[in-house]
């Protein structure tokens, strides 16, 4: 009978042999060497992305916007310009294009935007004219003075002058004024404040109209209430009336009508000398 000390060290033997499981010799370190290669591999198309990103260049320009006065072309060229060499898809200068494209004449506003992969939007909003402001500059429909360097060709809107920073003043008096006229089929061809504070305009009909220092707006009704007094075949012959008179106003006509002094003395005007 075997003693018992030598069943408990035949049993641990069992136990450690059991334990003891055999490796082929360089599996490890191959499984190694293909996870550092997958790992490299990884990490080098992630800096070669990173590098195709960054290096990417603008390609294509639209230009977009509803244009009457302005060509896109000359938009896109300006962009262009900007667009020099080494200027990446993000390293494009979106505030200074903007900026280069609002100094073109017409533009009101402008925005430039980034669309991948490799294109530049520019929305661009021209301005609308409603008015000319002396012989270089009109106001647009949102009462905003802007410079192009000449009004030719744009007769046909309102001439408005006056003192800079008046520019709304006026254009608001226009559109209670030619709401007023509207009524005798007629709308103000110009209006004009001086630098010492006087309102006078023309009609299309040509009548001319002096106000001095008087609020147009408020003048214009009572006047509008007396003149059919005349009637219309003399209202016809008028050529300007001055109401800078406080308790009536003057007419000056372009022929003179033989019974015209009756009315005229009940208006409170007087003939030309």
Request: with cysteine; charged share 25%.
């Amino acid at each position: 009978m075997a003693h018992p000390g030598n069943q408990l060290r035949l049993k641990r033997q069992r136990r450690s042999r059991a334990g003891n499981v055999a490796v082929p010799a360089g599996r490890g370190s191959r499984a190694a060497v293909t996870a550092l290669f997958a790992l490299c591999l990884i990490w080098g198309g992630v800096g070669w992305g990173v590098s195709w990103i960054a290096e990417r260049r603008v390609q294509t320009v639209r230009v977009k916007g509803a244009f009457r006065y302005i060509d896109p072309a000359s938009v896109e060229d300006t962009v262009r310009e900007k667009l020099v060499t080494g200027n990446t898809y993000f390293g494009v200068p979106l505030a200074e294009i903007r900026q280069a494209v609002t100094t073109i004449p017409w533009v009101a506003e402008a925005s430039v935007e980034r669309r991948w992969p490799d294109r530049l939007e520019v929305d661009v909003r021209e301005h609308r004219p409603v008015a000319r402001w002396g012989d270089t500059d009109f106001i647009d429909d949102r009462m905003n003075r802007f410079h192009v360097g000449s009004t030719r060709g744009f007769e046909h809107l309102p001439l408005l002058a006056g003192p800079d920073g008046q520019e709304r003043r006026l254009v608001k008096v226009l559109i209670a004024l030619d709401e007023r006229f509207e009524s005798w089929g007629t709308r103000v061809a110009e209006l004009r404040l001086t630098d010492r504070w006087s309102w006078s305009l023309r009609l299309e009909s040509d009548l001319r109209v002096e106000f001095g220092r008087r609020e147009p707006v408020e003048v214009i009704s009572s006047l509008l209430a007396l003149l059919p007094l005349l009637g219309k075949e003399r209202m016809a012959l008028l050529q300007s009336i001055d109401l800078r008179y406080p308790y009536g106003f003057a007419v000056v006509w372009k022929t003179y009508p033989p019974d015209v002094e009756a009315p005229l003395e009940q208006l409170g005007g007087k003939p030309p000398a």
